[in-house]
């Protein structure tokens, strides 16, 4: 089987992390959210996929390589200028249909373990050209809201609609099962810039063309602002989305070398510098080259490479790092 990671975006909202690398390379449990998404295609399945790049292509590279670590193959299809969500994937419409399969792509910036091999499935059972994976959420004011009928067909769609106005509590995940006849409707031409919110999907719709949705409970969060980047981190340390940490996890109360106390769950990358007498407390995350000096405190905080607490610091729910030590920390481990 065969999907795309759409890697290409500017991710504007989680600057000014994303000044220096694009938002599918920040990085949750010292690994890139990118490379997390390869890792969960390939359990499910997936033994091909390509990323779009654009905005600092080559960190993505560094990210992914060829994939032969992750345990998928990995192309790339770089973007001269942004093609938009749809745009993006049928420029590579013959990479994702050589097969004759039906294909996946996901968003290259959200962090989830949502179940692939369900939604696939339910895509063969819909028969429609597209299915969509949805998730329910409280506060629907920042997200696209999906309306569908009793059956899942999609009927129509709001963005970001006034939570009292909301037809629906179904939001968008950007987790896309596709069968290669879903390029037929298509609008305009090939190299064209198209999104699939405002142009596949209404187009559709106007044709009465079957598309579904397939409703998940897996952990979603698309990371879309830095309160959201920061919870998503403490979110995987707590083990509420299951993904792959680099580092050691400590998990419960322990003393460290120094009368450095620990209580998890905290991640600390393996060349970390923890001072003496220091005191973590979890959830949180050491980055690799993160310097944290003597009686420091830190909680529920995450520490992306080469951040600093100086001696005695107090860091508590925030973020820090260092611009060029992130951008030197992106190949796989």
Not at 89 to 103: I, K
Not at 180 to 201: K, N, Q, R, T
Request: hydrophobic share 45%.
């Amino acid at each position: 089987m065969r999907a795309m990671v759409m890697a290409a975006g500017l991710g504007t909202r989680l600057r000014p992390i994303t000044y220096e690398i694009p938002k599918p390379v920040v990085p949750v449990c010292n690994r890139p959210i990118v490379e997390h998404l390869a890792r969960l295609l390939a359990a499910h399945g997936v033994d091909e996929l390509v990323a779009n790049l654009h905005w600092f292509p080559d960190t993505v590279k560094a990210a992914l390589g060829d994939g032969s670590e992750l345990g998928v193959g990995v192309s790339y299809e770089f973007e001269e200028r942004l093609l938009g969500t749809a745009g993006g994937v049928r420029n590579v419409s013959s990479f994702l249909t050589e097969p004759g399969e039906d294909f996946l792509v996901l968003a290259g910036d959200a962090l989830t373990d949502v179940d692939l091999t369900k939604l696939m499935a339910a895509h063969r059972t819909n028969g429609g050209v597209a299915t969509l994976a949805v998730k329910k959420v409280s506060d629907v004011s920042e997200y696209g809201v999906i309306v569908v009928d009793g059956e899942g067909r999609i009927q129509g769609f709001q963005e970001k609609p006034d939570p009292a106005e909301a037809l629906s509590d179904l939001v968008n995940c950007m987790v896309y099962a596709f069968s290669p006849e879903v390029f037929d409707y298509f609008p305009g031409e090939p190299g064209e810039e198209i999104d699939f919110a405002l142009d596949v999907f209404p187009r559709l719709l106007e044709l009465d063309v079957p598309f579904h949705v397939h409703e998940i409970d897996s952990y979603w969060n698309d990371v879309g602002t830095l309160r959201e980047y920061v919870q998503g981190n403490l979110d995987a340390v707590s083990g509420a989305v299951r993904v792959e940490p680099l580092g050691e996890l400590i998990e419960g109360e322990r003393s460290l070398e120094g009368g450095v106390e620990v209580i998890g769950p905290v991640l600390i990358a393996e060349d970390a510098e923890i001072g003496a007498g220091s005191w973590l407390k979890g959830p949180a995350i050491v980055g690799p080259g993160a310097r944290i000096g003597a009686e420091s405190r830190v909680a529920e905080a995450v520490l992306l490479p080469g951040a600093g607490i100086p001696p005695g610091g107090i860091f508590a729910r925030g973020l820090a790092g260092d611009a060029q030590a992130l951008l030197s920390g992106l190949k796989i481990v």
